[in-house]
C-alpha cells in the first residue's frame, strides 16, 4: 500500500517531525488493516466511496470527531502523495470533509472563586508567602506556568510592575498590578533568601528544598489550595491564565492588548474569551429572574 514509501517521503523531502510521523503511520496502518479486511489491497482500487465507509466505521467504533479530522488528513496527505507520484490515477480522498468539531470554552473562575484561591496561602510561613506570590502573579499576568517557574529576578521588576516574559523567541512585558507586588515584595523580603537555605538562583521561585520548581509541583500546589478554598471547578494552572483573559475582557480590556500579553499568535485564539463573554450574557438574559 506504498506507506513505507510515503513515510520515506515524509522524512526526507519535507522534513516533518518524529510525531507527526508517527501519527501518519497510525492512521494509515488502522486504514490498511479496515482495507484488508473488506479484501481490498491495492491503493489504486480505493474509492471515494471505500474511503467515507471508513470514516463510517471509526465513526461506529467511538471514534471523537476530532481523531477522525485527524484520520482524514492523513489519509489526504497519503492519497495526495501518491497521486504526484503517479501511482494512482484519480485521488479518492479530494471529497473527504472533517466533520464539525465543538470548540469548548475553557473552565475558568468566577471574580470570587479567584479571590477565594488567592486567599489561601498562610502569609506566617515561607511556603505561604511564596505560593501567594505565585498564584498573585500568574493572575496578575496571564503567563503559562512554564514561563511563571522559568522567571529568573532579572525578569521581574518590581517597583515599576512588570515582568519580562521569554517565550521561544519572542519576548513581552506584561504589566501586573498591586495586589502581585505586594505578594511580590513580601515573597522577596521575607521567605525567598529562607527557601533557597544560602544557595544562589537566578530563579524568581524555589522548591522548599531550594531547587527549581517543577510544573508537577506547582500543579500539586494549586490543585492543594482549590480543593482548600471549596472550588468545583476542574483547576489546573491554565485555569487561571484562562481566567485572567476572560476577566480581563469581561471588564472592557483591548482585545488586542490581551492578545498580546497573552503571547498569543493569532487574535483568534483570543477571540473565543469574547465569544465565551457573549454566550454567558445571552444565557444571563434568557434565565436570570432579574434581568
Not at 491554565?238 to 499568535?265: I, Y
Amino acid at each position: 500500500m506504498e506507506i513505507q514509501s510515503f513515510i520515506a517521503y515524509l522524512e526526507d523531502e519535507k522534513g516533518a517531525s518524529k510525531n507527526t510521523i508517527l501519527s501518519y503511520k497510525r492512521d494509515l496502518q488502522k486504514l490498511c488493516e479496515y482495507l484488508d479486511n473488506q479484501g481490498i489491497t491495492d491503493a489504486a482500487k480505493v474509492t471515494d466511496t471505500t474511503l467515507n465507509s471508513y470514516m463510517l466505521f471509526l465513526e461506529k467504533n467511538g471514534s471523537a470527531p476530532s481523531s477522525i479530522s485527524r484520520n482524514i488528513a492523513s489519509i489526504k496527505a497519503f492519497f495526495g502523495y501518491l497521486f504526484q507520484e503517479k501511482k494512482i490515477s484519480d485521488n479518492p480522498s479530494t471529497k473527504l470533509k472533517a466533520p464539525k468539531i465543538e470548540k469548548k470554552f475553557p473552565e475558568i473562575l468566577t471574580i470570587q472563586e479567584t479571590d477565594t484561591l488567592l486567599e489561601q496561602p498562610d502569609l506566617k510561613t515561607v511556603k505561604g508567602l511564596r505560593d501567594k506570590a505565585m498564584l498573585e502573579l500568574l493572575y496578575a499576568t496571564g503567563i503559562r506556568v512554564s514561563e511563571l517557574i522559568g522567571l529568573k529576578v532579572a525578569d521581574v521588576n518590581v517597583k515599576l510592575g512588570y515582568i519580562v516574559c521569554n517565550s521561544g523567541d519572542k519576548e513581552r512585558v506584561i504589566p501586573f498590578g498591586t495586589k502581585a507586588k505586594v505578594a511580590l515584595t513580601e515573597y522577596m523580603k521575607s521567605a525567598r533568601e529562607e527557601l533557597l537555605h544560602g544557595t544562589e538562583s537566578d530563579f524568581m521561585f524555589s522548591n522548599c528544598s531550594g531547587s527549581e520548581m517543577s510544573r508537577q509541583g506547582f500543579w500539586k500546589l494549586i490543585k492543594y489550595y482549590g480543593d482548600k478554598a471549596g472550588i468545583r471547578t476542574e483547576l489546573t494552572p491554565h485555569t487561571l491564565r484562562h481566567s485572567f483573559a476572560a476577566h480581563m475582557v469581561e471588564n472592557g480590556a483591548d482585545l488586542r492588548a490581551v492578545q498580546e500579553m497573552m503571547g498569543h499568535s493569532d487574535i483568534s485564539t483570543t477571540q473565543v474569551y469574547l465569544n465565551m463573554n457573549s454566550r454567558l450574557r445571552d444565557v444571563y438574559l434568557k434565565a436570570h429572574p432579574r434581568k
